[in-house]
């Protein structure tokens, strides 16, 4: 079949569905298959980029940006410019920027001039729809979240301007209109925006700049190959390494209060795919099985018309890819042909489950998790949960959710 450029949606579907069967075959590098998937993903990543456009980029939040990935303050920004003052009255957009600052900022940052010649907006395009107040600002500082040389003398409106304008030189206002498929409860939302923020932010730190996410990479034979890790002490810290290798980025960040957020799957403005996971619990098998579930929605999900899905305690059940995501996420562990006709599923003794675990090469807590799961009976087999501490595993601390 010949490549064409992609012009409707029809043609993306079905190329998206070769450089699936393509990445499954896994071909030999330097191949006419390698190379056609090669072409398929850059018609797949044009076709996206001219498809789903992005609000132009903010001058200012451009600037905000760029001094944030290269781990400068605002004093730096001072400096380069010759004026504290005119810094700061850059920065909270009480000034213009002159042309010798443009001149300076462009050479400087290598911001594109034409970026910074444009106007700052003094309001999103949404602005009169988001209440700055209601996002958890104090929370937000008390865990280092604002950059502390930028927040001296700003309102809490304008650090959380200053702290989305990190996230992606585009991506301020795009994240606070992104759609986010799960929120149970409408007064967490604002919550959960600040922690896809943070999770966007701190997913920088774990790319591989040689590394591109390919459609299509994140096979059911790769998810179950993942699922051996759990075996391993080290099983987390090698699942993070091996999605790195996907272009997947796996962030391990604290739930916000009043939150009871376990994970999410989000879109990076660049194409990559990002988990995010809070480990409310420590228990093996609860973060196996939420990682598992936000790869199915990398998997099959997360396209950039539906680029984030953030998973609860309460799950909507009338949501058909959650269902998915959940079935499918157990079955990478246990297929149901096998779960149905062992012994672990018909006794729940605490040797069928280690039996069961060893045939598998998975964690015995896994096992022993669905048993739980299934029967909504968490008192039976809660031993397997304590053989390992995965919050250990991160040198992540212990929150109240441990005990309810």
Do not use: C
């Not at 998937?37 to 498809?51: A, G, T």
């Not at 290269?70 to 213009?96: C, N, T, V, W, Y």
């Amino acid at each position: 079949m010949e490549l064409r450029v992609i012009r409707d949606e029809l043609q993306y579907e079905a190329l998206l569905q070769q450089a699936k069967e393509l990445a499954l075959s896994d071909p030999m590098p330097g191949s006419q298959e390698a190379e056609r998937l090669e072409v398929i993903s850059l018609l797949l990543e044009k076709y996206e980029e001219n498809r789903f456009k992005f609000d132009a980029p903010d001058p200012i939040d451009a600037i905000v940006y760029r001094l944030a990935e290269l781990g400068l303050k605002q004093k730096d920004f001072a400096d380069m410019i010759g004026s504290k003052s005119h810094a700061s009255e850059a920065l909270g957009r009480k000034k213009p920027l002159s042309l010798s600052m443009i001149r300076t900022i462009h050479e400087q940052l290598k911001i594109p001039a034409e970026i910074l010649i444009g106007h700052p907006k003094q309001e999103s395009i949404d602005a009169a729809d988001i209440d700055w107040k209601r996002f958890p600002v104090r929370e937000m500082q008390k865990r280092g979240w604002f950059d502390m040389d930028f927040a001296e003398g700003k309102t809490g409106e304008q650090l959380i301007r200053s702290f989305f304008a990190r996230t992606s030189v585009q991506n301020a206002p795009v994240l606070l209109r992104k759609s986010l498929s799960g929120v149970s409860k409408e007064e967490n939302r604002y919550a959960i925006y600040a922690w896809i923020a943070r999770v966007l932010i701190r997913a920088r730190d774990f790319k591989k700049p040689d590394v591109r996410y390919v459609h299509g990479s994140i096979t059911d034979e790769f998810l179950k190959q993942l699922a051996k890790l759990s075996r391993s002490d080290d099983g987390p810290l090698l699942a993070r390494e091996f999605l790195a290798m996907k272009g997947v980025i796996l962030v391990i960040e604290p739930h916000l209060p009043k939150t009871k957020l376990d994970g999410a799957a989000v879109l990076d403005q660049d194409g990559t795919p990002i988990v995010g996971l809070t480990l409310r619990y420590s228990r093996p098998d609860y973060f196996w099985f939420t990682l598992m579930h936000e790869l199915i929605h990398v998997q099959r999900h997360l396209r950039p018309q539906n680029s984030a899905f953030v998973d609860e305690d309460e799950i909507n059940e009338e949501d058909e890819r959650e269902n998915e995501a959940n079935i499918l996420a157990a079955e990478a562990f246990i297929p149901r042909q096998i779960w149905k006709s062992s012994e672990a599923y018909r006794t729940k003794r605490s040797e069928a489950v280690v039996k069961l675990a060893n045939e598998l090469m998975i964690h015995p807590s896994i096992v022993a998790g669905r048993i739980q799961r299934e029967t909504n009976n968490y008192r039976i087999l809660k031993e397997f949960g304590t053989l390992q501490n995965i919050k250990d595993v991160f040198k992540i601390s212990s929150t109240e959710d441990e005990n309810d």
